[in-house]
């Protein structure tokens, strides 16, 4: 850092900067109103992620037309914050709603990482499950979770909306106990499911 001392016109506009951020970083250290700062925003930044959860437009096969139904008036997924958005630079939720070929396994994979963490994946339906009715064939994934880390399952051929709108409110209460934990480091956190809960 540039010595505040020195000549004056050697002392620049990032040099400032520095100065003005290192003698406000030390006072709030020793205040420790940075750490209390950083546990308000924290809990401020859980919260309101919680409650929009912005979702992935992705419909991959029948269980996408449950998902349509979820935003329509008659169930209205909105009024939960369950806000569908086409792209993944801006989505939370990854939900998986249909069975994974293992052609379009590395495009959803890349989807998943395009998205900004924390992240939360959401298996709908049998297929994104085990495979569904395909369940060992030769050409689709036996469940989204071999390879992406899954924290809601909604069993189902197809589950209904409500079934979807209780997932993600299922997906609230784990961020609520995860805080924003990234989703690499989740290890020791299962998977829910939906039906299972009680
Ligand atoms: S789980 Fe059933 S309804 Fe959903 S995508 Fe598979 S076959 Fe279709």
Same mark, same amino acid.
């Given at each position: 850092?540039?010595?505040?001392?020195?000549?004056?016109?050697?002392?620049?506009?990032?040099?400032?900067?520095?100065?003005?951020?290192?003698?406000?970083?030390?006072?709030?250290?020793?205040?420790?109103?940075?750490?209390?700062?950083?546990?308000?925003?924290?809990?401020?930044?859980?919260?309101?992620?919680?409650?929009?959860?912005?979702?992935?437009?992705?419909?991959?096969?029948?269980?996408?037309i449950?998902?349509?139904?979820?935003?329509?008036?008659?169930?209205?997924?909105?009024?939960?914050?369950?806000?569908?958005?086409?792209?993944?630079?801006?989505?939370?939720?990854?939900?998986?709603?249909?069975?994974?070929?293992?052609?379009?396994a590395?495009?959803?994979?890349?989807?998943?990482e395009?998205?900004?963490?924390?992240?939360? #994946?959401i298996?709908?339906? =049998?297929?994104a +499950?085990? *495979?569904?009715?395909?369940?060992?064939?030769?050409? /689709?994934?036996? @469940?989204?979770?071999?390879?992406?880390?899954?924290?809601?399952?909604?069993?189902? #051929?197809?589950?209904?909306? =409500?079934a979807? +709108?209780? *997932?993600?409110?299922?997906?609230?209460?784990?961020? /609520?106990?995860? @805080?924003?934990?990234?989703?690499?480091?989740?290890?020791?956190?299962?998977?829910?499911?939906?039906?299972?809960?009680?």
């Amino acid at each position: 850092m540039a010595d505040p001392g020195q000549n004056y016109t050697a002392f620049n506009s990032n040099a400032l900067l520095e100065f003005v951020g290192d003698t406000t970083d030390e006072a709030l250290s020793s205040l420790r109103i940075k750490q209390f700062l950083s546990v308000l925003a924290g809990r401020f930044f859980n919260w309101a992620g919680r409650k929009s959860l912005f979702t992935l437009h992705l419909g991959i096969k029948c269980c996408a037309i449950e998902m349509a139904a979820s935003a329509i008036p008659r169930f209205d997924a909105e009024r939960f914050g369950v806000i569908f958005r086409s792209s993944p630079r801006q989505s939370d939720v990854l939900l998986v709603n249909g069975p994974i070929s293992k052609k379009f396994a590395d495009p959803v994979v890349r989807l998943w990482e395009q998205m900004p963490e924390p992240k939360y #994946c959401i298996a709908m339906g =049998e297929c994104a +499950i085990s *495979g569904g009715p395909y369940f060992q064939s030769y050409n /689709i994934l036996e @469940g989204v979770d071999t390879v992406i880390p899954v924290d809601v399952y909604i069993p189902g #051929c197809p589950p209904r909306p =409500e079934a979807l +709108i209780d *997932g993600f409110g299922l997906l609230r209460e784990k961020i /609520i106990k995860i @805080g924003g934990a990234p989703s690499t480091g989740r290890d020791g956190e299962k998977p829910v499911i939906v039906g299972e809960e009680a």
